[in-house]
């Protein structure tokens, strides 16, 4: 971001010279450009440290560390300005540490990190202006932890992840046009959680919680026209949540479930014009349900649990015409599936093939829809009903 830092600055410096004892407190403010202030607190003896940094004006850098052993450290930064970085981080055995920082203008990095050994800390990020960009970390073994981040403008970027995360809270809140979201939860994660907010139009989510998941969720709420989300719970996942709520037209949403998945719930809600929702249930999952709910015209629909996904349904409703729901369920053993569609000119597909004790039970009502329900196997149940004239309905077992 910048290839030389002339110290051209005002600085008042109120340090305590990293003496070793408790409570040490370090303050700079700057004002200028181009200025560069570093400050290290590290002694396993010191608890209660606290570094304050406030830069004013353009292409500054600063950078605050509290390493080894941290009780009770504190990060507090300030930039107001265009082109500025700042750098915090908090490491090796992190208990009651927080980071707090703050930008004004454009083009500023903010980079926080809390490592190995998290308990009970906290980071709380914010920018204001254009093309922003934030990256935060809490691991390895993140507990009782959080983060929080809100990005208010356009373009911005954050990219944030705990790892080993046991009762750890994220929640980012964004803005602003073409914003985007990056953020994930791995390794034997357990009772966390990620939300992520975004108002505007043209965003991009993704959330993921991998490896050993449990019961934990994640929340996705998207405001504005033609955005994207997309939700990984994956690898030995067990009774965990994921939901995502879009508002507006030409959204795209997909919820993705694999690799071992035991009582997963997936929800996608969509208001609005040619929206798409995708729930993807797959590899040895059993008790898993997928709920979609779109409302508008040009919707599509579409859900599978494949396979050996037993035990596990799947519920759809439509409201308004020329909608589409997708089902697919193959290969497993007690599944059901339910869809709903009310308007006109809609159509409903659900596949159930190579199952024992499957159920199928969908509703139109309107004018001009149509359903296609196929089973194979033994012990199959299929229900379709149809309200309004020009309808058509097919049930092959």
Request: aromatic fraction near 4%; proline fraction near 1%; charged fraction near 10%.
């Amino acid at each position: 971001m910048r290839t030389s830092i002339p110290l051209i600055s005002l600085v008042t410096a109120l340090s305590s010279q990293y003496s070793i004892a408790d409570n040490n407190s370090t303050t700079v403010i700057q004002q200028g450009v181009g200025n560069m202030v570093t400050i290290d607190q590290s002694d396993p003896t010191v608890n209660n440290s606290v570094i304050t940094l406030s830069q004013s004006g353009n292409n500054n850098l600063q950078e605050a560390t509290q390493d080894t052993d941290i009780d009770t450290g504190i990060i507090t930064q300030t930039q107001i300005g265009d082109n500025n970085e700042a750098i915090a981080e908090q490491a090796s055995q992190v208990t009651n540490g927080i980071i707090t920082n703050t930008q004004v203008g454009d083009g500023n990095e903010i980079l926080a990190r809390q490592v190995n050994d998290l308990t009970d800390s906290s980071i709380t990020l914010s920018q204001i202006g254009d093309d922003n960009l934030i990256q935060t970390t809490q691991g390895s073994s993140t507990e009782l932890s959080v983060i929080n981040i809100q990005q208010q403008g356009d373009s911005n970027l954050v990219d944030f992840g705990q790892e080993g995360s046991l009762l750890a809270f994220a929640t980012m809140v964004q803005q602003g046009q073409m914003n985007s979201v990056n953020s994930d939860q791995d390794s034997n994660v357990e009772l966390s959680e990620i939300a992520i907010q975004q108002i505007g139009d043209m965003n991009f989510a993704l959330a993921g919680q991998l490896i050993s998941n449990m019961f934990s969720t994640i929340n996705t709420t998207q405001i504005g026209d033609g955005n994207s989300s997309s939700v990984l719970q994956v690898n030995d996942v067990d009774s965990s949540y994921a939901t995502t709520f879009q508002f507006g037209d030409d959204n795209v949403a997909r919820i993705r479930h694999f690799d071992q998945v035991i009582g997963q719930e997936a929800e996608i809600s969509q208001v609005g014009d040619s929206n798409d929702a995708t729930i993807n249930q797959r590899d040895l999952s059993t008790f898993n349900s997928a709920t979609a709910s779109q409302t508008g015209e040009q919707n599509r629909g579409e859900t599978s649990q494949l396979p050996q996904t037993h035990f596990s349904m799947v519920t759809t409703n439509q409201a308004g015409t020329l909608n589409e729901i997708d089902i697919l369920q193959e290969s497993a053993t007690n599944v059901s599936a339910t869809s709903i569609q009310d308007g006109t000119q809609n159509v409903t597909t659900i596949d159930q093939m190579s199952n024992l004790f499957s159920n199928a039970a969908t509703t139109q009502v309107g004018t001009l829809n149509m359903i296609t329900v196929s089973q194979s196997n033994n012990s199959q149940t299929a229900t379709a009903t149809q309200t309004g004239s020009g309808n058509v309905g097919s049930i092959i077992q």
